[in-house]
């Protein structure tokens, strides 16, 4: 059976990619903020049929906690099969604007802690020698863009520091997915209008499922996101500049 730490469990895509491996019999061990949310993610998977669903409260920004979260994961699960790491929060961009020490937050948050986070659990999978991390990233880290530049910042930090390891650890046998969702239905994107692009949660976890199984390195979800992100990189910075996007 697999064994799976979940970083960020009480976000929307990890509960949903949570449930499938719980269906799995996976053993799960759950982290995230808010302890009650966790009890009862916990008592949920361990319905679906998860053979073990620990839970660790920890605020990711807290990084002097980071070590004791990873020690008490390791010493639960042994060796540790698929990493997701999935905290985050969507900026305000027009407060962040406005605000420094709310935009240094919100790079913390998506951004260092996550990369603080990779540090220590790519040194312990290297010694492993076996497993796969997969970090959300998102669409919004491939060009910054007027409207969520803080938050784009942040992911694109990520993607490059996930792209380094991945080929760092290439030779260790341990395998980095970079997944770069576009449009999800989430409590953080409840104020949003949806259109045709948009996506439930439970989409994105099963492409992520499928990645993992394949090895694959960097995920769009859904797919036709890398097409649509593939001419708005192409775009020239003269006409790009000039674009209400």
Known sequence: MKKILVIGATSSIAQETSKIWATEGAELFLVGRNAEQLDVISKDMKIRGASKALIYPM?????????????????????????????????????????????????????????????????????????????????AGDRGRQSNYVYGSAKSMVSTFLSGMRQRLNKSGVNILTVKPGFVETPMTASFTKGVAWVKPDRVAQDIHKAILRKKSVLYTPQFWFYIMLVVNHIPETIFKKLKI
């Open 59 to 139: 605020d990711a920004n807290d990084f002097d906690m980071h070590l004791p979260m990873l020690n008490a994961a390791f010493e639960s699960l042994q060796n540790i099969d698929v990493v997701l790491i999935a905290h985050g929060t969507l900026s305000d961009q027009e407060k962040c604007e406005q605000l420094v020490s709310l935009t240094i937050n919100e790079i913390k948050t998506n951004g260092l802690s996550v990369i603080a986070l990779l540090t220590q659990l790519a040194n312990r999978l290297e010694s492993q020698g076996t497993g796969t991390i997969v970090v959300l990233s998102s669409v």
